[in-house]
Protein backbone atom coordinates (compact mmCIF):
# COMPACT_ATOMS: atom_id res chain seq x y z
CA UNK A 1 0.00 0.00 0.00
CA UNK A 2 1.72 3.59 -0.91
CA UNK A 3 1.81 6.44 1.42
CA UNK A 4 -1.42 8.96 1.10
CA UNK A 5 -0.43 11.84 0.25
CA UNK A 6 -0.65 15.33 2.19
CA UNK A 7 -2.45 17.75 1.29
CA UNK A 8 -3.38 20.83 2.49
CA UNK A 9 -5.80 21.86 5.49
CA UNK A 10 -6.87 24.72 2.93
CA UNK A 11 -6.50 27.36 0.24
CA UNK A 12 -6.49 31.05 1.65
CA UNK A 13 -5.26 34.35 0.04
CA UNK A 14 -4.65 32.41 -3.22
CA UNK A 15 -2.32 29.79 -2.02
CA UNK A 16 -2.13 26.47 -0.05
CA UNK A 17 -2.88 26.98 3.74
CA UNK A 18 -1.37 24.72 6.56
CA UNK A 19 -2.73 24.19 9.98
CA UNK A 20 -1.67 22.57 13.32
CA UNK A 21 -4.53 20.96 14.03
CA UNK A 22 -5.09 16.97 14.30
CA UNK A 23 -3.67 14.24 11.71
CA UNK A 24 -6.98 13.66 9.64
CA UNK A 25 -6.97 10.58 6.89
CA UNK A 26 -8.94 10.62 3.98
CA UNK A 27 -9.99 7.22 3.19
CA UNK A 28 -11.42 5.86 -0.12
CA UNK A 29 -14.42 3.95 1.13
CA UNK A 30 -14.31 1.28 -1.72
CA UNK A 31 -11.06 -0.08 -0.48
CA UNK A 32 -10.67 1.42 2.45
CA UNK A 33 -7.25 2.30 1.88
CA UNK A 34 -6.23 5.76 2.61
CA UNK A 35 -5.53 8.28 -0.36
CA UNK A 36 -4.82 11.95 1.27
CA UNK A 37 -3.79 13.11 4.98
CA UNK A 38 -4.64 16.89 6.30
CA UNK A 39 -4.30 18.59 9.28
CA UNK A 40 -7.41 20.07 9.93
CA UNK A 41 -7.88 23.31 10.59
CA UNK A 42 -9.92 24.98 13.61
CA UNK A 43 -11.27 27.96 14.86
CA UNK A 44 -8.04 30.32 14.06
CA UNK A 45 -8.14 29.12 10.50
CA UNK A 46 -11.61 30.07 9.91
CA UNK A 47 -10.94 33.81 11.27
CA UNK A 48 -7.87 33.89 9.24
CA UNK A 49 -9.71 32.38 5.99
CA UNK A 50 -12.56 35.03 7.11
CA UNK A 51 -10.26 37.79 7.55
CA UNK A 52 -8.86 37.24 3.55
CA UNK A 53 -12.39 36.90 2.56
CA UNK A 54 -13.15 40.46 3.78
CA UNK A 55 -10.34 42.09 2.49
CA UNK A 56 -10.86 41.07 -0.65
CA UNK A 57 -14.66 41.44 -1.09
CA UNK A 58 -14.90 44.97 -1.50
CA UNK A 59 -12.88 45.47 -4.93
CA UNK A 60 -14.25 41.79 -5.79
CA UNK A 61 -17.87 43.42 -5.03
CA UNK A 62 -16.98 46.90 -7.12
CA UNK A 63 -15.82 45.14 -10.46
CA UNK A 64 -17.99 45.39 -13.41
CA UNK A 65 -20.09 41.97 -14.36
CA UNK A 66 -17.83 41.58 -17.48
CA UNK A 67 -14.55 41.17 -15.50
CA UNK A 68 -16.27 38.49 -13.01
CA UNK A 69 -18.05 36.78 -15.81
CA UNK A 70 -14.48 36.92 -17.54
CA UNK A 71 -13.09 34.85 -14.78
CA UNK A 72 -16.25 32.42 -14.02
CA UNK A 73 -15.91 31.67 -18.31
CA UNK A 74 -11.94 31.28 -17.66
CA UNK A 75 -12.80 29.12 -14.52
CA UNK A 76 -15.24 26.70 -16.54
CA UNK A 77 -12.58 26.25 -19.36
CA UNK A 78 -9.85 25.11 -16.64
CA UNK A 79 -12.38 23.34 -15.00
CA UNK A 80 -12.74 21.05 -17.84
CA UNK A 81 -9.10 21.37 -18.81
CA UNK A 82 -8.56 19.35 -15.18
CA UNK A 83 -11.78 17.26 -15.77
CA UNK A 84 -9.82 14.10 -15.71
CA UNK A 85 -8.28 14.73 -12.09
CA UNK A 86 -11.46 16.01 -10.88
CA UNK A 87 -13.20 12.59 -11.65
CA UNK A 88 -10.50 10.72 -9.94
CA UNK A 89 -10.61 12.84 -6.98
CA UNK A 90 -14.12 12.87 -6.78
CA UNK A 91 -14.00 8.79 -7.21
CA UNK A 92 -11.34 8.32 -5.02
CA UNK A 93 -13.37 10.00 -1.51
CA UNK A 94 -16.11 9.26 -2.05
CA UNK A 95 -16.83 5.73 -3.76
CA UNK A 96 -18.74 6.96 -6.27
CA UNK A 97 -18.85 5.30 -9.79
CA UNK A 98 -16.27 6.52 -12.65
CA UNK A 99 -19.59 6.90 -14.85
CA UNK A 100 -21.70 9.27 -12.26
CA UNK A 101 -18.44 11.83 -11.71
CA UNK A 102 -17.92 11.37 -15.85
CA UNK A 103 -21.43 11.93 -16.94
CA UNK A 104 -23.00 13.80 -14.49
CA UNK A 105 -21.01 15.70 -11.81
CA UNK A 106 -18.36 16.75 -13.28
CA UNK A 107 -20.03 18.07 -16.15
CA UNK A 108 -22.30 18.92 -14.40
CA UNK A 109 -20.20 21.17 -12.32
CA UNK A 110 -19.08 22.99 -15.24
CA UNK A 111 -22.08 23.78 -17.06
CA UNK A 112 -23.38 25.84 -13.55
CA UNK A 113 -19.94 27.44 -13.53
CA UNK A 114 -20.35 28.42 -17.80
CA UNK A 115 -24.10 29.19 -16.75
CA UNK A 116 -23.00 31.94 -13.95
CA UNK A 117 -20.28 33.07 -16.11
CA UNK A 118 -23.72 34.69 -18.56
CA UNK A 119 -26.03 35.63 -15.80
CA UNK A 120 -23.39 37.49 -14.01
CA UNK A 121 -23.28 40.13 -16.92
CA UNK A 122 -27.48 40.74 -16.08
CA UNK A 123 -27.37 41.50 -12.43
CA UNK A 124 -29.08 44.98 -13.16
CA UNK A 125 -31.39 46.48 -10.90
CA UNK A 126 -35.08 48.62 -11.56
CA UNK A 127 -35.67 51.84 -12.97
CA UNK A 128 -38.55 52.26 -10.17
CA UNK A 129 -39.95 55.42 -11.63
CA UNK A 130 -41.38 58.74 -9.49
CA UNK A 131 -43.87 57.55 -6.72
CA UNK A 132 -43.38 60.59 -5.19
CA UNK A 133 -43.90 64.13 -6.83
CA UNK A 134 -40.67 65.58 -5.41
CA UNK A 135 -38.46 62.10 -6.08
CA UNK A 136 -37.14 59.95 -8.53
CA UNK A 137 -36.35 56.34 -7.06
CA UNK A 138 -34.29 53.55 -8.41
CA UNK A 139 -33.25 49.38 -6.97
CA UNK A 140 -29.79 48.61 -7.05
CA UNK A 141 -28.58 45.11 -5.94
CA UNK A 142 -25.83 44.75 -3.93
CA UNK A 143 -23.81 41.83 -3.10
CA UNK A 144 -24.42 40.39 0.92
CA UNK A 145 -20.72 40.45 1.54
CA UNK A 146 -18.48 37.57 3.02
CA UNK A 147 -20.64 34.64 2.38
CA UNK A 148 -19.81 31.04 4.73
CA UNK A 149 -20.32 28.36 2.98
CA UNK A 150 -20.63 24.75 4.22
CA UNK A 151 -21.07 21.49 1.87
CA UNK A 152 -21.52 17.63 2.46
CA UNK A 153 -20.01 14.87 1.17
CA UNK A 154 -22.27 13.22 -0.87
CA UNK A 155 -21.62 15.39 -4.26
CA UNK A 156 -18.37 17.29 -2.76
CA UNK A 157 -17.79 19.43 -6.01
CA UNK A 158 -21.11 20.03 -7.08
CA UNK A 159 -22.55 21.06 -3.78
CA UNK A 160 -19.79 23.61 -3.60
CA UNK A 161 -20.08 24.84 -7.18
CA UNK A 162 -23.81 25.39 -6.79
CA UNK A 163 -23.33 27.42 -3.15
CA UNK A 164 -19.69 28.78 -4.66
CA UNK A 165 -20.25 30.28 -7.81
CA UNK A 166 -23.90 31.97 -7.53
CA UNK A 167 -21.74 33.67 -4.83
CA UNK A 168 -19.20 35.14 -6.48
CA UNK A 169 -20.81 36.20 -9.58
CA UNK A 170 -22.73 38.64 -7.33
CA UNK A 171 -19.79 39.76 -6.00
CA UNK A 172 -19.00 38.27 -2.80
CA UNK A 173 -16.11 36.90 -1.22
CA UNK A 174 -16.36 33.05 0.02
CA UNK A 175 -15.36 31.37 2.68
CA UNK A 176 -16.34 27.17 2.15
CA UNK A 177 -15.99 24.47 4.67
CA UNK A 178 -16.10 21.47 2.52
CA UNK A 179 -16.30 18.01 4.45
CA UNK A 180 -13.75 17.17 5.92
CA UNK A 181 -13.91 13.58 4.55
CA UNK A 182 -14.30 14.32 1.09
CA UNK A 183 -12.07 17.20 0.52
CA UNK A 184 -10.30 17.00 -3.01
CA UNK A 185 -11.95 18.64 -5.05
CA UNK A 186 -12.65 21.71 -3.49
CA UNK A 187 -9.25 22.41 -2.87
CA UNK A 188 -8.30 21.01 -6.18
CA UNK A 189 -11.47 23.77 -7.72
CA UNK A 190 -9.42 26.67 -5.87
CA UNK A 191 -5.89 25.84 -7.09
CA UNK A 192 -7.66 26.11 -10.46
CA UNK A 193 -9.62 29.60 -9.65
CA UNK A 194 -6.58 30.97 -8.83
CA UNK A 195 -4.92 30.21 -11.80
CA UNK A 196 -8.04 31.11 -13.94
CA UNK A 197 -7.32 34.93 -12.31
CA UNK A 198 -9.90 34.89 -9.91
CA UNK A 199 -8.13 37.60 -6.94
CA UNK A 200 -6.41 36.01 -4.12
CA UNK A 201 -8.41 35.67 -0.86
CA UNK A 202 -12.19 36.20 -3.00
CA UNK A 203 -12.44 32.19 -2.36
CA UNK A 204 -10.63 29.93 0.66
CA UNK A 205 -11.05 27.05 1.45
CA UNK A 206 -10.63 25.66 5.13
CA UNK A 207 -10.69 21.93 6.08
CA UNK A 208 -12.08 21.08 9.35
CA UNK A 209 -14.76 19.04 11.36
CA UNK A 210 -18.31 20.55 11.58
CA UNK A 211 -18.45 20.71 15.17
CA UNK A 212 -14.85 23.17 15.55
CA UNK A 213 -14.55 24.93 11.95
CA UNK A 214 -18.12 24.53 10.69
CA UNK A 215 -20.18 25.88 13.73
CA UNK A 216 -16.87 28.66 14.28
CA UNK A 217 -17.74 29.82 10.69
CA UNK A 218 -21.61 29.91 11.32
CA UNK A 219 -21.43 31.77 13.72
CA UNK A 220 -18.40 34.43 13.07
CA UNK A 221 -19.02 37.71 13.32
CA UNK A 222 -17.87 38.71 10.11
CA UNK A 223 -19.31 36.58 7.85
CA UNK A 224 -22.94 38.46 6.40
CA UNK A 225 -24.38 35.27 5.32
CA UNK A 226 -24.14 31.28 5.90
CA UNK A 227 -25.20 28.54 3.51
CA UNK A 228 -25.56 25.14 4.21
CA UNK A 229 -26.45 22.10 2.33
CA UNK A 230 -26.33 18.52 4.51
CA UNK A 231 -29.04 17.24 7.15
CA UNK A 232 -32.01 18.73 8.84
CA UNK A 233 -30.87 18.24 12.23
CA UNK A 234 -27.33 19.92 11.51
CA UNK A 235 -29.24 22.85 9.63
CA UNK A 236 -31.43 23.60 12.52
CA UNK A 237 -27.92 23.83 14.78
CA UNK A 238 -25.97 26.00 11.70
CA UNK A 239 -29.60 28.29 11.92
CA UNK A 240 -29.10 28.96 14.90
CA UNK A 241 -25.31 29.44 14.93
CA UNK A 242 -25.96 32.06 12.04
CA UNK A 243 -28.84 33.94 13.90
CA UNK A 244 -26.40 35.19 16.52
CA UNK A 245 -24.95 37.81 14.58
CA UNK A 246 -28.29 38.31 12.29
CA UNK A 247 -26.30 36.71 9.26
CA UNK A 248 -28.50 35.82 6.29
CA UNK A 249 -29.31 32.05 6.25
CA UNK A 250 -29.45 29.55 2.48
CA UNK A 251 -30.39 26.03 3.71
CA UNK A 252 -30.62 22.50 1.27
CA UNK A 253 -31.48 20.15 4.06
CA UNK A 254 -32.44 16.34 3.97
CA UNK A 255 -35.31 15.08 1.88
CA UNK A 256 -37.91 11.64 1.33
CA UNK A 257 -39.06 12.59 -1.80
CA UNK A 258 -42.40 10.28 -2.50
CA UNK A 259 -42.54 9.00 -6.12
CA UNK A 260 -46.41 8.38 -6.58
CA UNK A 261 -47.19 6.09 -9.27
CA UNK A 262 -51.06 6.09 -10.24
CA UNK A 263 -53.02 3.34 -11.91
CA UNK A 264 -52.38 5.01 -15.69
CA UNK A 265 -48.63 5.14 -15.34
CA UNK A 266 -46.61 3.86 -17.95
CA UNK A 267 -45.31 0.66 -15.54
CA UNK A 268 -41.57 0.09 -17.08
CA UNK A 269 -40.81 3.66 -17.22
CA UNK A 270 -41.87 3.94 -13.37
CA UNK A 271 -40.17 0.67 -12.44
CA UNK A 272 -36.73 2.36 -14.23
CA UNK A 273 -37.24 5.44 -12.69
CA UNK A 274 -37.57 4.03 -9.04
CA UNK A 275 -34.19 1.93 -9.45
CA UNK A 276 -32.58 4.38 -10.95
CA UNK A 277 -33.89 7.21 -8.57
CA UNK A 278 -33.25 5.59 -5.51
CA UNK A 279 -29.53 3.99 -6.56
CA UNK A 280 -27.85 7.47 -7.63
CA UNK A 281 -25.18 7.85 -6.21
CA UNK A 282 -25.92 4.87 -3.86
CA UNK A 283 -29.23 6.51 -2.54
CA UNK A 284 -26.52 9.38 -0.87
CA UNK A 285 -28.55 12.43 -2.28
CA UNK A 286 -31.46 14.32 -0.14
CA UNK A 287 -33.62 14.54 -4.10
CA UNK A 288 -33.11 10.11 -4.02
CA UNK A 289 -36.99 8.48 -4.76
CA UNK A 290 -37.46 6.53 -1.19
CA UNK A 291 -41.18 6.27 -0.97
CA UNK A 292 -42.93 4.35 -3.64
CA UNK A 293 -46.41 5.04 -3.09
CA UNK A 294 -48.46 2.99 -5.45
CA UNK A 295 -51.69 1.94 -6.88
CA UNK A 296 -53.57 -1.39 -5.86
CA UNK A 297 -53.79 -2.15 -9.59
CA UNK A 298 -49.90 -1.71 -10.07
CA UNK A 299 -48.27 -2.74 -6.97
CA UNK A 300 -47.75 -6.64 -7.28
CA UNK A 301 -46.52 -6.06 -10.80
CA UNK A 302 -44.19 -2.95 -9.69
CA UNK A 303 -42.47 -4.74 -6.72
CA UNK A 304 -41.52 -8.04 -8.96
CA UNK A 305 -40.72 -5.44 -11.51
CA UNK A 306 -38.40 -3.19 -9.63
CA UNK A 307 -36.54 -6.36 -7.87
CA UNK A 308 -36.02 -7.90 -11.00
CA UNK A 309 -33.81 -4.92 -12.47
CA UNK A 310 -32.78 -4.22 -9.09
CA UNK A 311 -31.11 -7.54 -9.52
CA UNK A 312 -29.07 -6.72 -12.55
CA UNK A 313 -27.66 -3.75 -11.12
CA UNK A 314 -23.64 -3.97 -11.42
CA UNK A 315 -22.11 -3.44 -8.25
CA UNK A 316 -18.37 -3.01 -7.76
CA UNK A 317 -15.08 -1.16 -8.64
CA UNK A 318 -16.32 2.62 -9.05
CA UNK A 319 -13.01 3.30 -11.25
CA UNK A 320 -14.92 0.59 -13.50
CA UNK A 321 -17.00 2.07 -16.52
CA UNK A 322 -19.66 -0.85 -16.34
CA UNK A 323 -20.32 -0.20 -12.73
CA UNK A 324 -24.24 1.10 -11.95
CA UNK A 325 -23.39 1.16 -7.78
CA UNK A 326 -20.31 1.64 -5.86
CA UNK A 327 -19.51 2.11 -2.35
CA UNK A 328 -21.75 3.87 -0.03
CA UNK A 329 -19.52 7.07 1.73
CA UNK A 330 -17.82 4.78 4.81
CA UNK A 331 -18.62 1.70 6.89
CA UNK A 332 -20.13 3.67 9.91
CA UNK A 333 -22.62 4.86 7.18
CA UNK A 334 -23.56 1.57 5.83
CA UNK A 335 -24.24 0.30 9.06
CA UNK A 336 -26.52 2.98 9.84
CA UNK A 337 -28.82 1.97 6.07
CA UNK A 338 -28.63 -1.33 7.32
CA UNK A 339 -29.46 -0.92 10.96
CA UNK A 340 -32.82 0.78 8.93
CA UNK A 341 -33.17 -1.93 6.63
CA UNK A 342 -33.20 -4.70 9.41
CA UNK A 343 -36.03 -3.07 11.94
CA UNK A 344 -38.22 -2.16 8.82
CA UNK A 345 -37.49 -6.33 8.10
CA UNK A 346 -38.50 -6.85 12.49
CA UNK A 347 -41.53 -4.93 12.25
CA UNK A 348 -43.02 -6.77 9.32
CA UNK A 349 -41.71 -5.40 6.14
CA UNK A 350 -41.10 -7.40 3.97
CA UNK A 351 -37.65 -6.84 2.34
CA UNK A 352 -37.83 -8.45 -1.64
CA UNK A 353 -34.39 -7.90 -2.86
CA UNK A 354 -30.94 -6.79 -1.35
CA UNK A 355 -31.28 -5.99 2.66
CA UNK A 356 -27.76 -7.84 3.89
CA UNK A 357 -24.06 -6.17 4.00
CA UNK A 358 -22.17 -7.73 1.59
CA UNK A 359 -18.73 -9.97 2.68
CA UNK A 360 -15.21 -8.20 1.48
CA UNK A 361 -13.81 -5.07 1.90
CA UNK A 362 -15.60 -1.43 1.14
CA UNK A 363 -18.84 0.12 2.34
CA UNK A 364 -20.68 -2.01 -0.42
CA UNK A 365 -24.50 -2.13 0.19
CA UNK A 366 -27.03 -3.99 -2.07
CA UNK A 367 -29.90 -2.00 -4.04
CA UNK A 368 -32.43 -3.13 -1.68
CA UNK A 369 -36.64 -2.54 -2.19
CA UNK A 370 -38.55 -3.26 1.14
CA UNK A 371 -42.25 -3.83 0.53
CA UNK A 372 -45.33 -3.76 2.44
CA UNK A 373 -43.95 -1.13 4.72
CA UNK A 374 -46.30 0.44 7.37
CA UNK A 375 -47.05 4.49 7.25
CA UNK A 376 -45.96 5.30 10.49
CA UNK A 377 -42.60 3.01 10.57
CA UNK A 378 -39.12 4.41 10.71
CA UNK A 379 -38.02 3.31 6.85
CA UNK A 380 -41.49 5.57 5.46
CA UNK A 381 -40.76 7.90 7.66
CA UNK A 382 -37.04 9.00 8.04
CA UNK A 383 -34.11 9.68 5.75
CA UNK A 384 -32.07 6.46 4.82
CA UNK A 385 -29.59 8.03 2.12
CA UNK A 386 -28.77 5.14 1.19
CA UNK A 387 -29.99 2.42 -1.79
CA UNK A 388 -33.32 1.80 -0.28
CA UNK A 389 -36.42 1.94 -1.63
CA UNK A 390 -39.70 1.26 0.30
CA UNK A 391 -43.26 0.61 -0.88
CA UNK A 392 -46.89 1.10 0.42
CA UNK A 393 -50.04 1.21 -1.45
CA UNK A 394 -52.67 3.63 -1.87
CA UNK A 395 -56.36 3.88 -1.86
CA UNK A 396 -57.13 6.68 -4.41
CA UNK A 397 -56.01 9.99 -5.83
CA UNK A 398 -56.49 11.81 -2.41
CA UNK A 399 -54.74 8.85 -0.42
CA UNK A 400 -51.95 9.02 -2.73
CA UNK A 401 -51.88 12.87 -2.53
CA UNK A 402 -51.88 12.51 1.67
CA UNK A 403 -49.11 10.01 1.77
CA UNK A 404 -47.14 12.02 -0.31
CA UNK A 405 -47.75 14.98 1.99
CA UNK A 406 -47.22 13.58 5.59
CA UNK A 407 -43.53 14.17 6.22
CA UNK A 408 -42.13 17.10 7.50
CA UNK A 409 -39.69 17.39 4.40
CA UNK A 410 -40.59 19.21 1.07
CA UNK A 411 -37.72 18.75 -1.27
CA UNK A 412 -38.57 17.04 -4.10
CA UNK A 413 -41.30 14.25 -5.59
CA UNK A 414 -42.63 12.16 -8.68
CA UNK A 415 -45.79 11.08 -9.57
CA UNK A 416 -46.08 9.22 -12.69
CA UNK A 417 -49.38 9.30 -14.76
CA UNK A 418 -50.36 9.58 -18.55
CA UNK A 419 -53.48 11.24 -17.33
CA UNK A 420 -52.67 15.30 -17.33
CA UNK A 421 -55.34 16.38 -15.17
CA UNK A 422 -53.55 14.05 -12.44
CA UNK A 423 -50.43 15.55 -13.74
CA UNK A 424 -51.09 19.31 -13.12
CA UNK A 425 -53.14 17.70 -9.61
CA UNK A 426 -50.33 16.86 -8.35
CA UNK A 427 -48.17 19.17 -9.25
CA UNK A 428 -50.29 21.33 -7.57
CA UNK A 429 -51.06 19.44 -4.48
CA UNK A 430 -47.84 17.88 -3.55
CA UNK A 431 -45.62 19.86 -1.07
CA UNK A 432 -42.50 20.01 -2.37
CA UNK A 433 -39.37 22.35 -3.95
CA UNK A 434 -39.41 20.42 -7.22
CA UNK A 435 -42.21 17.98 -8.65
CA UNK A 436 -41.24 15.76 -11.67
CA UNK A 437 -44.03 14.46 -13.93
CA UNK A 438 -43.05 10.77 -15.18
CA UNK A 439 -39.31 11.34 -14.09
CA UNK A 440 -37.21 11.63 -10.97
CA UNK A 441 -34.34 13.38 -10.12
CA UNK A 442 -32.93 15.03 -13.67
CA UNK A 443 -31.20 18.67 -12.34
CA UNK A 444 -30.32 21.10 -14.58
CA UNK A 445 -28.72 24.81 -13.96
CA UNK A 446 -31.24 26.98 -15.19
CA UNK A 447 -33.79 25.54 -13.37
CA UNK A 448 -33.92 26.31 -9.21
CA UNK A 449 -33.53 23.36 -6.53
CA UNK A 450 -34.68 23.62 -2.95
CA UNK A 451 -37.22 23.25 -0.82
CA UNK A 452 -39.70 23.13 1.67
CA UNK A 453 -40.45 22.69 5.41
CA UNK A 454 -37.26 20.25 7.42
CA UNK A 455 -35.89 20.28 3.82
CA UNK A 456 -34.60 23.98 3.97
CA UNK A 457 -35.42 27.77 1.83
CA UNK A 458 -33.80 29.48 -0.58
CA UNK A 459 -32.87 28.17 -3.74
CA UNK A 460 -29.57 26.69 -5.42
CA UNK A 461 -29.10 26.98 -9.31
CA UNK A 462 -31.02 29.13 -11.51
CA UNK A 463 -31.38 33.02 -11.60
CA UNK A 464 -33.71 32.67 -8.65
CA UNK A 465 -30.26 31.58 -6.44
CA UNK A 466 -28.86 35.02 -7.05
CA UNK A 467 -31.30 36.76 -4.89
CA UNK A 468 -29.73 35.17 -1.63
CA UNK A 469 -26.81 36.40 -2.41
CA UNK A 470 -27.88 40.25 -3.31
CA UNK A 471 -29.08 43.02 -1.28
CA UNK A 472 -31.71 45.13 -2.25
CA UNK A 473 -31.26 48.75 -1.85
CA UNK A 474 -33.19 51.58 -2.52
CA UNK A 475 -32.32 54.90 -3.68
CA UNK A 476 -34.69 58.12 -3.78
CA UNK A 477 -33.18 61.12 -5.03
CA UNK A 478 -34.80 64.29 -4.85
CA UNK A 479 -35.97 65.48 -8.15
CA UNK A 480 -36.24 69.27 -7.95
CA UNK A 481 -33.92 70.65 -5.44
CA UNK A 482 -36.54 72.70 -3.03
CA UNK A 483 -35.14 73.60 0.29
CA UNK A 484 -38.26 72.84 2.02
CA UNK A 485 -40.36 69.67 0.96
CA UNK A 486 -44.05 69.22 1.09
CA UNK A 487 -43.70 66.26 3.86
CA UNK A 488 -41.36 68.90 6.19
CA UNK A 489 -44.31 71.47 5.74
CA UNK A 490 -46.92 68.43 6.88
CA UNK A 491 -45.04 67.23 10.13
CA UNK A 492 -43.11 69.65 11.15
CA UNK A 493 -43.57 73.44 12.29
CA UNK A 494 -39.39 73.91 11.90
CA UNK A 495 -39.37 77.48 14.07
CA UNK A 496 -42.77 78.82 11.96
CA UNK A 497 -46.07 79.79 13.86
CA UNK A 498 -48.25 76.50 15.15
CA UNK A 499 -51.95 76.00 15.04
Given amino acids: MSSPTSIPSGWIDGKPHHSTGADHIVINPATDEPVATVKLAGRGDIDTAVASARAAQPAWGRATPAERAGVLLALARALDAESDLLIAEEVAHTGKPVRLATEFDIPGSIDNVDFFA ?11 GEYSGDHTSSIRREPVGVVGTITPWNYPLQMAVWKVIPALAA ?3 VVLKPAEITPLTTLTMARIATEAGLPDGVLNIVVGTGPEAGAHLAGHPDVDMVTFTGSSAVGRQVM ?4 TNGARIQLEL ?3 APFVVFDDADLQAAIHGAVAGSIINGGQDCTA ?4 IVAPALYDDFVDGVADLMSRVVIGDPTDPATDLGSLISRR ?3 KVAGMVDRARAVGARVVTGG ?3 DGQGAFYPPTLVADVAEDSEIYRDEVFGPVLAVSRFTDDDDAIRRANDTPYGLA ?3 WTRDVYRAQRASREIHAGCVWINDHIPIISEMPHGGFGASGFGKDMSTYSLDEYLLIKHVMSDIHGVAEKEWHRTIFTLGGPTA
Fill in 118 to 128: GVARNLEGKAS
Fill in 171 to 173: GCA
Fill in 240 to 243: AQAA
Fill in 254 to 256: GGK
Fill in 289 to 292: ATRA
Fill in 333 to 335: HRD
Fill in 356 to 358: SVP
Fill in 413 to 415: ASA
